[in-house]
DNA sequence: CTGCTAAA
DNA sequence: TTTAGCAGG
């Protein structure tokens, strides 16, 4: 049921950092998800928990993986969830309100039994607790890295603002990008070796599919909101999506169903996005007040952030991205 | 999650 | 060609 399907049917290449250039809109739910589990997963858990068992691997992740935009000249800009996390850090009235009603619609959404509306939801929050949105959210302030709030998933917001011409490729891991339409997704961003370019064009005209019926392929396939049709893979749904043109006809020859289908894909077609938002490019952190919240405030072992600070540092100021040079 | 194998 | 199950990171 994943949608590693997709893999099969996109155009991916393999990309030299130095050929990347610009703004890159990252997933940032996705990005800081990766950094917290290899964090985790390879550092002590003395080394970023507070005294009271909170848990900042987050930050560690964050001073860790930045360096990779900032050596190669890009720049990231983060982009975040909407929902639960859609929040600013001043008032925590309200904070709670917009918890508990995001916990309200998601109770709301099991009892009426409306799978897309629960995978939506959980897609959106999924493992990130509150204070690692918040914590997140203030150090890439400190750092001068661009935030930009999305009204419900980062994923297509990102792929929005690359279609806006405001950014130049989206951040992500995952597949699902290409059904938001994101022209160009950059994958790997966190690994070792070069990032794949996802090319949402080329795969267009390879199997002479426009998007929306690649989005209908998708659905039959599965996708993290829909079951798909069992016996259905990647060559069957392209195949078919040929043959008879859109999922309907598709379904309807086969006499097969697909619940919620129609929700599905109006989710991928005309995903909640917004225009409004702004960020400035050129960035210049305060590296200073990065390291004192860091391990001052919340307590991360400085040594385990000196390398990724020192990393900033000579970046910021070697390529230019500093504003003042 | 990615990769590989066996079985339908 | 698809799926399920298991390996390994």
């Known amino acids: ?11 991916i290449e393999d990309i030299p950092f130095e050929e990347i250039e610009g703004v890159v809109a990252v997933d940032a739910h996705n990005w800081l998800y990766r950094y917290l589990t290899t964090t985790v997963k390879w550092t002590d858990s003395g080394k970023y928990t507070t005294a009271d068992g909170t848990e900042v691997a987050n930050l560690l992740g964050i001073v860790q993986g930045l360096p990779k935009f900032f050596e190669h000249d890009i720049t990231p800009v983060m982009v975040f969830d909407g929902g639960p996390s859609d929040l600013k850090d001043d008032e925590i009235e309200s904070r709670r309100e917009q918890r508990r009603s995001y916990e309200d619609q998601l109770e709301t959404a099991r009892e009426e039994g409306d799978a897309v509306a629960i995978a939506q939801l959980e897609s959106r929050t999924q493992r990130l607790t509150p204070t690692i949105q918040e914590t997140s959210r203030e150090l890439l302030e400190l750092l001068d890295v ?30 699902d990008a290409l059904l938001f339409g994101s022209p160009l997704t950059l994958r790997q961003l966190t690994s070792k070796g070069d990032p794949e370019l996802m090319d949402l064009e080329a795969t267009l005209d390879h199997h002479g599919l426009t998007l929306e019926q690649l989005i209908d392929a998708a659905i039959l396939i599965g996708t993290d909101f829909n079951e798909g049709v069992s016996g259905i893979g990647p060559k069957t749904a392209i195949s078919a999506i040929t043959e008879h043109g859109d999922l309907w006809s598709v379904l309807e020859a086969r006499g ?14 005309d995903p909640d996005v917004t225009d409004e938002y702004e960020f400035d490019a050129a960035i210049d952190p305060d590296l200073e007040a990065a390291r004192t919240y860091v391990t001052d405030e919340w307590g991360v072992d400085a040594g385990e952030v000196e390398r990724g600070f020192e990393r900033i540092e000579e970046s910021v100021t070697q390529t230019g991205l500093d504003r003042w040079t």
């Open 146 to 175: 661009p935030v930009v709030e999305a009204p419900a998933e980062g994923e297509a917001q990102a792929a929005h603002m690359v279609k806006r011409g405001d950014a130049d490729y989206v951040g992500s891991e995952d597949y």
């Open 1 to 11: 049921m994943g949608n590693a399907a997709l893999r099969d049917i996109a155009v």
């Open 256 to 269: 097969d169903h697909i619940e919620y289908g129609d929700r599905v894909r109006q989710l991928f077609r």
